[in-house]
């Protein structure tokens, strides 16, 4: 059967929901990386869920659209963004095993930020509500969820606490590092980005210029900090971290 797009409000088509044989099975099979769920529960989202694939810059779910579905990344990586005043503001970079779109566990308001594909993604989309019965069934299973879903909004404050106590460098610095160490592949020079990190994307992602992440990169490269590979940025942790001092 042919995969079927899914039609936003908008009228693009980001997001292509996958109808395959054995896809269910296949979705069985990602969601092993949720590794804190007992094998009953798995079957259980992924009876419940959809599969979709969405690609490079395509949304998984827009700004201010109803929040009611939640997300499980299964593969490649995608970034929370929120458009602010005509700013674009990069919350977070989420991959495999992440879940996203937790606002529709607080209320079926407007989502407050937009999830978009860095990277070609296959996505399992279920209804909060069926998340939330699936979640609450066991005090144990309601605690790691609780760990999955809203523990990474901890680590999004006590990075933006230090941001506040460094300037530009040292705040690029922080998030190449935070992005080696969540996604980065180990080789013989250090740790390589699987996929592109546009100098506006950091930007982004630290509150500064275009301009001034090109010439901090360049001079993390001439302080043989970051290196590039196939235009992909690899990270030298030892070294990099001297730039936080």
Same mark, same amino acid.
């Given at each position: 059967m042919n995969p079927r797009p899914i039609i936003r409000p908008n009228g693009r088509t980001p997001v292509t929901e996958i109808f395959l044989p054995g896809s269910k099975q296949h979705l069985l099979d990602r969601l092993r990386r949720l590794s804190w769920l007992p094998q009953d529960q798995m !079957?259980?989202?992924?009876? +419940?869920? !959809?599969? @979709?694939?969405?690609? !490079? *810059?395509?949304? #998984?779910?827009?700004?201010?659209?109803? /929040?009611?579905?939640?997300?499980?990344?299964?593969?490649?990586? +995608?970034? $929370?963004?929120?458009?602010?005043?005509?700013?674009? #503001?990069?919350?977070? #970079?989420? *991959? =495999?095993g992440?879940? #996203? *779109?937790?606002?529709?566990?607080? /209320?079926? *308001? /407007? !989502? =407050? %930020?937009?999830? &978009? /594909? $860095?990277? &070609?993604?296959k996505v399992a989309a279920l209804s909060a509500a069926t998340f939330r019965s $699936?979640?609450?069934?066991?005090?144990?299973i309601f605690e790691k969820a609780m760990q999955a879903t809203f523990g990474r909004w901890e680590q999004l404050l006590k990075r933006y606490a230090q941001f506040m106590m460094l300037g530009a460098r040292g705040r690029i610095a922080t998030a190449l590092l935070e992005l080696a160490e969540r996604f980065g592949v180990s080789n013989d020079r250090g740790r390589l980005l699987p996929f592109p990190v546009s100098h506006a994307m950091l930007g982004a992602m630290v509150g500064a210029s275009r301009q001034h992440v090109t010439m901090? @990169?360049?001079? %993390?490269e001439r302080e043989k900090a970051v290196t590039r590979e196939n235009r992909r940025l690899v990270i030298i942790p030892e070294k990099l971290k001297l730039a936080i001092q």
């Open positions: !079957r259980d989202i992924a009876d +419940a869920s !959809r599969m @979709l694939e969405v690609k !490079r *810059g395509g949304s #998984v779910y827009a700004q201010q659209e109803d /929040a009611d579905r939640i997300y499980v990344i299964l593969s490649g990586m +995608a970034a $929370l963004l929120m458009n602010d005043n005509r700013r674009r #503001v990069l919350v977070g #970079v989420v *991959g =495999p992440d879940i #996203v *779109g937790i606002s529709a566990l607080l /209320a079926n *308001g /407007a !989502r =407050p %930020f937009r999830c &978009e /594909a $860095l990277s &070609e993604c $699936l979640m609450l069934s066991d005090p144990s901090q @990169l360049v001079e %993390f």
